[in-house]
């Protein structure tokens, strides 16, 4: 955000990330699987031609990063041509695989070779326990930690991906630390939302939220890595309000910024709000992205529900709208992990 002119609504030209969730199949069986993940590939997936397509439209727009994810995308066979045609058609390429035996020192030169500039791995608590438990197969934390060194080795920039939820979020120092330990380019911290196999009984409140906020700012402040949130944008209000950013600077969010594609081509503002508004077989993305009706008001953040609507941090956060939509079925309604109280009902009320 830092230098970028601020417009109404930059993102409305088209998506800076595209998700494609390549296949639901994957040998884990996480308690928090956004996708309820399947053993087996669903034989409604896109096709390898139907994938083409797809990053041949991304490739015309060339302002997109390309992430491949699932399931588990080594699931399908024909990933490696998936990313050695999208890295020459030019898009960036990263790849979320997990952390299975077909992850292996040969898979990742695979991908290597094929064009991916990055993997991102899963990390779910600072002690094997904890992310065991999480991940529910036993030796993951392990196999999550020699499989980063392979990817050291093997020259891929690393990011983590954490999901943040009751069983870890006091670990997050901890966390921290070791993501720093394995030369992580970046940390990618998940707030969870209730969508798939989680439960709402999993996620923080908004006073635990805060919490989290505080210490995830403690680590950045020495941090040798980039620190990201996913679905938690009212992080980006917490270090505005201690590092005096403008309020009225554009974050991405859910349809803002940022667009998912399903196994099956469902074009949705982002995974974890499973709203479809087009399928990429009969649809162009950006044509979906641009006008439909959902996704241009879900980059008006003035038009919600509630205190969202009322924030001067707004543009900056605009609150998941996922998580909105999983906790009250209205994905335009107010942030229910957000315990800021915007200036203008604060004055309202006489706080």
């Known amino acids: 955000m ?27 069986a996480c308690v ?13 997936e896109l096709t390898t031609a139907e994938a083409y397509a797809l990053i041949d439209e991304l490739a015309a727009w060339g302002k997109a ?15 490696f ?13 990263a ?6 035996g077909r992850l292996t020192a040969r898979s990742m030169a695979q991908l290597i070779d094929a064009g991916c500039k990055r993997i991102s791995l899963s990390l779910d ?53 070791l993501v720093m330990s394995l030369g992580a380019r970046v940390w990618s911290v998940f707030f969870l939302v209730p969508v798939g196999r989680a439960q709402r009984e ?10 989290a906020f505080a210490e995830l700012y403690r680590v950045a402040k020495h941090a040798s890595f980039a620190l990201k949130t996913t679905e938690a944008p009212h992080y980006r209000r917490f270090v505005a309000q201690h590092e005096g950013m403008p309020a009225r600077s554009e974050g991405i969010g859910d349809g803002k910024g940022f667009v998912f594609i399903s196994h099956v081509g469902e074009i949705q503002p982002s995974g974890f709000l499973p ?20 996704m241009r008001r879900l980059r008006r953040p003035e038009t919600f529900v509630g205190k969202c609507g009322a924030c001067e941090y707004h543009d900056l956060c605009g609150g998941s709208r996922a998580r909105a939509y999983a906790y009250t079925g209205d994905s335009f309604a107010s942030e229910p992990t957000c315990g800021y109280i915007p200036r203008k009902l604060a004055a309202l009320a006489g706080i």
């Not at 928090?32 to 087996?40: G, L, S, Y």
């Not at 699932?70 to 024909?78: A, E, K, Q, V």
């Open 2 to 28: 830092t230098g970028v002119p601020y417009s109404k609504h930059m993102y409305d030209d088209g998506p800076r990330i595209v998700i494609w969730e390549t296949t639901r199949a994957c040998a884990l």
């Open 32 to 44: 928090h699987c956004r996708a309820e993940a399947i053993p087996h590939r669903d034989p409604r």
């Open 65 to 79: 990063i390309f992430i491949l994810t699932g399931g588990d995308p080594l699931m399908r066979p024909d990933i």
């Open 81 to 93: 041509e998936i990313v050695a045609y999208a890295a020459q058609k030019g898009l960036r390429v």
């Open 95 to 100: 790849v979320s695989p997990s952390a299975t």
């Open 125 to 177: 608590g600072a002690t094997p326990g904890v992310h065991d438990a999480f991940r529910g197969v036993r030796g993951a934390f392990e196999r999550t930690l020699k499989l980063s060194l392979t990817a050291q080795q093997a020259g891929m920039e690393l990011q983590i991906n954490t999901t943040i939820a009751l069983h870890n979020h006091q670990q997050i120092s901890e966390m921290g630390d």
């Open 202 to 211: 999993q996620s923080l409140d908004a006073a635990q939220t805060e919490q």
């Open 275 to 294: 709203i479809t508004c087009g399928n990429v077989r009969d649809r162009s993305v950006l044509d979906v992205y641009r006008n439909d009706r959902i």
